[in-house]
T-cell receptor
Framework: DADVTQTPRNRITKTGKRIMLECSQTKGHDRMYWYRQDPGLGLRLIYYSFDVKDINKGEISDGYSVSRQAQAKFSLSLESAIPNQTALYFC???????????FGSGTRLTVV | QKEVEQNSGPLSVPEGAIASLNCTYSDRVSQSFFWYRQYSGKSPELIMSIYSNGDKEDGRFTAQLNKASQYVSLLIRDSQPSDSATYLC???????????FGSGTKLNVKP
């Protein structure tokens, strides 16, 4: 099994719908992150969390919300999806400040 | 100005050559620097980390850091077609708790 699992892998949804992307990890890392990747723009940070009681906004949090249900689970919600939220979404984990990330396999989201 | 800048490429090199990938960053207090490899349609994979000025070697990969000039580079020796991918540079932000990514350089290694 993958260390960082994202579900679903692909999703097509309609404008205005609420959608949740889920991430779970078996790495035992406290730090979890949500990024989106768009062609030419690279990876941009949406939200990050250092424990279940710690949630922080990233560069582009508008239109998104998150929930850290447990140390191992971090979910991203789009409250009312819009077409410019069409992107590849990655969850990542890290054991600490100076360590690199382990990424999940990504969720390709299309909003029509 | 973006926090992390990379040439988008594509950078084309023949098999067996040295590929040189470069990255500049804007925040002088950054302390941690990483290179990730991302194959098309896949997630980024960490390949190198560097924290101090100078060179760090790991197999065919060498990361180079120059904090005074605010650049970090990745050299891939004896490039192979399997090295064809997009390489992402990541630099930690001024509060050290999150990383900024460049948009990546696409590398093509021709057989």
């Amino acid at each position: 099994d993958a260390d960082v699992t994202q579900t679903p892998r692909n999703r097509i949804t309609k404008t205005g719908k609420r959608i949740m992307l889920e991430c779970s990890q078996t790495k035992g890392h406290d730090r979890m992150y949500w990024y989106r990747q768009d062609p030419g723009l690279g990876l941009r940070l949406i939200y990050y969390s250092f424990d279940v009681k710690d949630i922080n906004k990233g560069e582009i949090s508008d239109g998104y919300s998150v929930s850290r249900q447990a140390q191992a689970k971090f979910s991203l919600s789009l409250e009312s999806a819009i077409p410019n939220q069409t992107a590849l979404y990655f969850c990542a984990t890290s054991p600490g400040q100076s360590y690199g990330y382990t990424f999940g396999s990504g969720t390709r989201l299309t909003v029509v | 100005q973006k926090e992390v800048e990379q040439n988008s490429g594509p950078l084309s090199v023949p098999e067996g050559a040295i590929a040189s990938l470069n990255c500049t960053y804007s925040d002088r207090v950054s302390q941690s620097f990483f290179w990730y490899r991302q194959y098309s349609g896949k997630s980024p994979e960490l390949i190198m980390s560097i924290y101090s000025n100078g060179d760090k070697e790991d197999g065919r990969f060498t990361a180079q850091l120059n904090k005074a000039s605010q650049y970090v580079s990745l050299l891939i020796r004896d490039s192979q077609p399997s090295d064809s991918a997009t390489y992402l540079c990541a630099v930690n932000g001024n509060n050290f708790n999150k990383f900024y990514f460049g948009s990546g350089t696409k590398l093509n290694v021709k057989p």
